[in-house]
């Protein structure tokens, strides 16, 4: 006999507004914070059946890093010490707004435009976290889970695919002009519906790919964007008659997706419907809204969802995964490579510009000189083993022009930062870098995380996919593709992609992707076959949990965080 499953639901404001400090997401100096348009929340879910137990938070933040993940975890153990609160069982993603609060990261490259670690914000962060967990530990009932998805119909401009080029280089897809962007994505919602026993309506959750940037990055307000936007319009519209329902708008394949389409001739970017982004944020958070709306009414006629909890998570160090052969065309002894940032992600997008194009051409240019001689020239001085070591990182890198090596801490190949031969005032970023070399703090790497959690939930038949990065339309799918012909043996039907879940490191584009070098694949920092590598231990931890329990690893080996006095917390504290 299936066992009932128990809900709770919780919610909790983390608006916290620092006058003058950068917000996260965009990367620019300049995106810094003076006031507050909306505030921001987070929402939590606690699932229980008989003894096991999962928590799903979504927070209007940019994502979740292995600290706030730490912080959240350790102290859910101290207060519910009988609950066998883990790592495993609670997954903590976010709706990515890039007009949402920075500075809550240990590794400096995410704190850089910040600048700085924030402890007031990070404190705010996990303390909301905790709020909404234990609101929704508290009100838990009986209740029943309803799955149904569809897809937005093509005239609804909601979603559109901002890299055809690299989209179209995909050797699986149907090639598509730049004017059918919009079917370049995956444009299936998916909602899950909880009702009490006794059919009172107390949540969904709903996964829709969208980049939660329809407010741009010249912005100076604290916004939770479109997403955030979507979520208050469905709780208001529910409110009269079910005053405590949460609705979370999460995230699912949203690398290369983008909620912008037309060209701002003044700005020299991309834009939603309206000039006011304010107006655009709403409108495409109203579009969302919309269609949750309707698959909240047609999953109600769906089947419960019935089916034990189950979930496994592992940490994997993603600068040294060896490649199952099954996942690159049968192909032996490939492996990832110590991140690095190519010149294609400092260009930023159409709707996020990045460095100046005459720098951007420059530096490839130079760059590309740089590296030749490496391979080459400045390898001569190298043992046998060093000269391989470099030929492989190139190898592996691929068409990628190494800017940043926040893997070992290089840019431009400089093994001195300080000494750097690009002067400070043609760059903010790289005059911030150099003091940082100074001070000693440039010494402390990796600059991002390079060991990253993934984590699997089972919950009826569907399967919760949580990874640390943000993943392309095409990526997403032949991942998803992956893990559930593993899954199907557990009566798995939907397996769904949460990113910025637990962690971030950047993005995950397919090897074909990769090659055109737009933005996603200069953010791809662990080389050419980081898809391939996320395959590959994403498909492992789906098979641990086709064993019994006691035959499972147990060993998780968790990254060091750093210390008190290793963090690096502006220079104006």
């Known amino acids: 006999m299936n066992k009932p499953y128990r809900v709770g639901v919780g919610k909790a404001d983390i608006t916290c507004l620092l006058y003058g400090k950068g917000m ?10 003076y006031s507050i348009e909306t505030p921001l929340y987070v929402r939590a879910f606690v699932i229980a059946q008989s003894t096991q137990k999962i ?8 994502f979740y890093t292995i600290a706030l993940k730490e912080a959240v975890v350790k102290t859910l153990q101290k207060q519910y010490p009988d609950d066998h609160y883990s790592d495993a069982n609670v997954l903590l993603t976010a709706q990515h707004t890039h007009s949402g609060v920075g500075g809550y990261s240990h590794h400096i490259l995410y704190n850089l435009c910040v600048p700085g670690f924030q402890q007031k914000n990070f404190d705010t962060i996990v303390k909301g976290t905790m709020e909404a967990i234990v609101m929704a530990n508290n009100n838990m009932q009986t209740a029943e889970l309803r799955f149904d998805k569809a897809a937005f119909s093509p005239n609804k401009k909601v979603a559109f695919n901002r890299s ?45 790919g969208v980049h939660t940037t329809s407010i741009s990055n010249d912005n100076h307000r604290i916004c939770s964007d479109n997403k955030g936007y979507a979520a208050a319009f469905f709780e208001q519209e529910m409110s009269e008659n079910h005053p405590d329902f949460i609705a979370a708008f999460a995230q699912d394949v949203a690398g290369d997706v983008t909620p912008n389409y037309k060209w701002d001739k003044n700005k020299k970017w991309t834009r939603g419907k309206y000039k006011n982004d304010f107006k655009s944020a709403a409108h495409n958070g109203y579009l969302q809204c919309q269609h949750a709306k309707k698959l909240w009414a047609t999953a109600k ?5 019935q089916g034990e909890i189950d979930y496994a998570l592992m940490f994997v160090d993603f600068s040294k995964v060896d490649i199952a052969p099954q996942f690159v065309g049968g192909k032996e002894g490939l492996h990832t490579v110590a991140a690095a940032q190519g010149t294609a992600f400092f260009r930023g997008t159409k709707e996020g510009p990045g460095m100046p194009s005459a720098l951007g051409w420059v530096s490839n240019k130079v760059l590309a000189g740089i590296a030749l001689y490496e ?3 400045g390898s001569r001085r190298k043992t046998a083993d060093e000269q391989m070591a470099v030929l492989r990182k190139h190898a592996l890198h691929g068409n990628k022009t190494l800017f940043m090596e926040s893997g070992i801490g290089r840019i431009w190949f400089a093994p001195y930062i300080s000494k750097l031969v690009m002067p400070g005032f043609v760059d903010k970023n790289v005059a911030y870098f150099k003091r940082l070399a100074r001070e000693g703090f440039t010494q402390r790497t990796p600059w991002i995380p390079q060991i990253l959690p993934i984590q699997i939930i089972l919950l009826g038949d569907m399967a919760l996919l949580g990874i640390a990065a943000e993943i392309t339309t095409v990526a997403g799918r032949r991942l998803q593709e992956s893990v559930l012909e593993v899954l199907q043996q557990r009566g798995i039907r939907h397996v769904i992609i949460n990113s910025y879940t ?17 933005y996603e694949g ?10 391939p590598a996320y395959q590959t231990k994403c498909v492992e931890l789906a ?22 006095e290793e963090i690096w917390y502006g220079w104006d504290k």
């Open 24 to 33: 996260m997401g965009y990367g620019m100096h300049e995106n810094v914070a």
């Open 55 to 62: 928590v799903f938070v979504v927070a209007e933040i940019c």
């Open 164 to 208: 055809m080029p690299a989209y179209n280089n995909n050797p699986d897809v149907e090639k598509l002009p730049d004017d059918q962007a919009h079917l370049a994505v995956d444009r299936y919602m998916k909602l899950l519906r909880f009702d009490t026993h006794d059919g009172k309506a107390i949540g969904q959750i709903n996964w829709f």
């Open 301 to 305: 006629d769906m089947p419960a969802q």
């Open 375 to 377: 391979k080459t020239w």
């Open 502 to 518: 637990n962690g971030y490191h950047g993005y995950i584009t397919t090897p074909e992707e990769y090659d055109v070098q737009l």
């Open 522 to 531: 200069g953010h791809t920092v662990f080389g050419r076959y980081t898809l």
């Open 543 to 564: 098979k641990t949990l086709l064993l019994p329990a006691h035959e499972r690893p147990t060993d998780i080996t968790r990254p060091d965080l750093f210390s008190k």
